[in-house]
C-alpha cells in the first residue's frame, strides 16, 4: 500500500509551486530556443542540468524545426523509446540514433 504523502506547511507548498514554476519556464525556454534554432539536439543532450534532463523525449522531438507531432511519434516508436522516457533514461544506442536523425545541417 503506497506512503500517503507527507503534509507541507503553507510555506513548504508555496517553495514547491515556486520551484515546479521555474521548473516549466526554463524547460519552455529551452524548447523555444532549440524551436528557433539557436540550440541543437546535440546541444541539449549534453546539458547536465535538470531542466534537459527531466524533458520528455516526445517534447524534445516536437520542438526541433519541421517535426511535428505525428513525426516525432514515429522517429520514437522506429527507435523503441517510449512517448514518455525522459532524456536522462535514453540508452548510448537511442542518444546516438536521434543525433544520426537529427544532426546539424552543414
Given at each position: 500500500?503506497?506512503?500517503?504523502l507527507p ?5 513548504q ?13 526554463e ?22 542540468d535538470?531542466t534537459a534532463?527531466?524533458?520528455r ?12 507531432t ?10 523503441g523509446?517510449s512517448?514518455?522516457r ?17 544532426a546539424?545541417?552543414?
Amino acid at each position: 500500500m503506497p506512503t500517503p504523502l507527507p503534509a507541507l506547511t503553507a510555506e513548504q507548498r508555496a517553495e514547491a509551486l515556486a520551484k515546479a514554476g521555474r521548473a516549466r519556464k526554463e524547460r519552455s525556454e529551452m524548447l523555444a530556443a532549440l524551436k528557433a534554432g539557436r540550440l541543437s539536439l546535440l546541444d541539449v543532450l549534453d546539458r547536465g542540468d535538470d531542466t534537459a534532463r527531466q524533458t520528455r523525449a516526445l517534447h524534445l522531438l516536437q520542438s526541433l524545426p519541421g517535426v511535428g507531432t505525428v513525426k516525432a511519434r514515429r522517429h520514437l516508436v522506429d527507435l523503441g523509446i517510449s512517448e514518455t522516457r525522459r532524456i536522462q533514461g535514453l540508452g548510448a544506442r537511442q542518444r546516438a540514433r536521434l543525433i544520426e536523425l537529427f544532426a546539424p545541417q552543414a
